[in-house]
């Protein structure tokens, strides 16, 4: 059953994803409309693109949405609302490693080393990284975590996420029709965990997935210090 709270949260704690304290804040703005009247909108920040062959760009880059898909535009200076120049730039996923802004990080996903033209937004890191993509048509559906969440203003995480794990630079996505099978065999190292995944537990679901990954990061931290 889908929560009714109002707004959407992420953990803090040793695996939150990582703060941006070094990059300067820059205005907030309200975007430009993409495509014409009636298509999204973005909100933009001054921050860190790092492309794909290692170069950076310091520019006014997006940070309103649950990942990117294919392209992104920047800015030399804050974009003017409804305003399509102002030196808007374009450049296609498959030239982008990293975006670095508002406190946030987003990378682009790998499948055997290839870009998938997907850049996720990084939920959690460590042990297993977590990402999060979805497409802006998507409903805005809050998702409720555990105690301990801090809010992540501007951005809504949605009941049709896509899931993507990190661990030792390997990239895999949790697919929901599958998502008992494989998220229980990637947890398996951790069998208390796995089963209740397998089982389809209460709070073990697909839509759970932050509060999953968290407990695995913790519990293998534990473990790892107690050797």
């Known amino acids: 059953m889908k929560s009714?709270?109002?707004?959407?949260?992420?953990?803090?704690?040793?695996?939150?994803?990582?703060?941006h304290a070094q990059q300067p804040v820059g205005t907030d703005t309200t975007g430009y409309l993409k495509g014409g009247y009636g298509k999204f909108t973005d909100r933009f920040y001054y921050g860190t693109l790092t492309k794909a062959d290692g170069s950076q760009v310091h520019a006014y880059l997006p940070a309103g949405r649950l990942g990117y898909e294919r392209l992104i535009d920047y800015f030399p200076k804050p974009p003017v609302e409804q305003l399509i120049g102002n030196g808007r730039t374009t450049i296609k996923m498959a030239k982008i490693?990293?975006?670095?802004?508002?406190?946030?990080?987003?990378?682009?996903?790998?499948?055997?080393?290839?870009?998938?033209?997907?850049?996720?937004?990084?939920?959690?890191?460590?042990p297993v990284d977590l990402f999060a993509y979805s497409q802006p048509r998507v409903l805005l559906v809050p998702i409720p975590l555990a105690a301990g969440i801090l809010p992540l203003a501007g951005i809504s995480l949605t009941d049709k996420p896509h899931w993507y794990l990190r661990r030792n630079g390997v990239w895999t996505e949790i697919p929901r029709g599958h998502f008992a099978q494989l998220m229980s065999a990637y947890l398996i190292d951790q069998p208390e965990l796995a089963s209740k995944v397998s089982s389809d537990s209460p709070g073990y679901q697909f839509i759970n997935t932050p509060a999953i990954i968290t407990e695995y990061n913790r519990t293998k931290a534990a473990t790892s210090g107690s050797n």
């Open 97 to 126: 490693k990293s975006m670095s802004v508002h406190g946030r990080s987003y990378e682009t996903v790998q499948d055997k080393g290839k870009n998938t033209k997907i850049m996720a937004l990084q939920l959690l890191s460590g």
């Open 4 to 19: 009714l709270f109002l707004g959407c949260y992420l953990f803090c704690g040793l695996w939150c994803f990582p703060s």
